[in-house]
């Protein structure tokens, strides 16, 4: 790990298929978009680094396929995440009610009791949203999640999005101070990677 890079966090992001999952990220990580983006299948991750009060954080970030056939390993994905992003469409009820179903496979799942969970509506520059910003915020009150509305498509809150949810983690060091020497990402990877593509 680099000197002044202050720890390497892994952030996860679930939600149903077609919400915006990996358009998120690719905005986030490569300040790219594309109309036509292909479903994940298993895992996919991305690595970069963010300047948070001058110190280097590394992410790891995971996006995880929505459609139930394509997630194979789930456990694996949430072991030791720091960050959930939880991610639905707003101009989609059905991924707004499935909602529930996301947060009870990360109760399920995730080893870090106080990982910090983040809920993203995403797609506001469509029109005909069907899910108000009000009901998102009530949503993300109950279940104390941090909320936001974005587009990755327009780039409107994405970087807003991932710098309050890094920020929240940084605040809780109990999340991330014993992980100053980083955990092996390599590793990980290649263990995730020998099972976790379909081979129908
Ligand atoms: N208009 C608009 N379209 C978006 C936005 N984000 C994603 N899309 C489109 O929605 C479709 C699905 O996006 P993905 O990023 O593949 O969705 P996903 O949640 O990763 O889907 P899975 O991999 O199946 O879980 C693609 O055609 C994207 O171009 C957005 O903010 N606005």
């Given at each position: ?5 202050i ?16 358009s ?17 299948i ?5 690595v970069?680094?963010?300047n948070?009060?001058?110190n280097?954080?590394?992410l790891?970030?995971w ?9 194979t390993?789930?456990?694996s994905?949430?072991r ?9 469409d ?5 991924s ?35 899910v ?6 009530h ?6 999640m ?13 970087q ?7 920020e929240?983690i ?6 991330w101070?014993n992980?100053?020497?980083g955990?092996?990402l ?6 995730e ?5 379909c081979?129908?």
């Amino acid at each position: 790990m680099d000197e002044d890079t202050i720890t390497t966090l892994k952030i996860l992001i679930v939600g149903e298929s077609g919400v915006g999952k990996s358009s998120l990220m690719l905005r986030f990580v490569d300040d790219t978009f594309d109309e036509e983006m292909a479903a994940t299948i298993g895992v996919d991750f991305r690595v970069t680094t963010m300047n948070v009060d001058g110190n280097h954080v590394k992410l790891a970030i995971w996006d995880t396929a929505g459609q139930e056939r394509f997630r194979t390993l789930t456990p694996s994905y949430y072991r030791g995440g720091q960050g959930i992003i939880c991610v639905y469409d707003v101009t989609s009820r059905t991924s707004f009610d499935r909602l529930e179903h996301w947060l009870a496979e990360i109760d399920t799942y995730c080893t870090k009791s106080d990982a910090v969970k983040m809920l993203i509506g995403n797609k506001i520059d469509k029109p005909n949203h069907v899910v108000t910003r009000e009901e998102g915020l009530h949503f993300a009150r109950k279940h104390r999640m941090l909320f936001i509305e974005a587009s990755a498509k327009t780039r409107d809150g994405v970087q807003d999005a991932f710098e309050e949810l890094i920020e929240k983690i940084l605040q809780t060091p109990g999340l991330w101070e014993n992980n100053r020497t980083g955990f092996n990402l390599r590793r990980q990877m290649d263990n995730e990677q020998a099972s976790s593509y379909c081979s129908c």
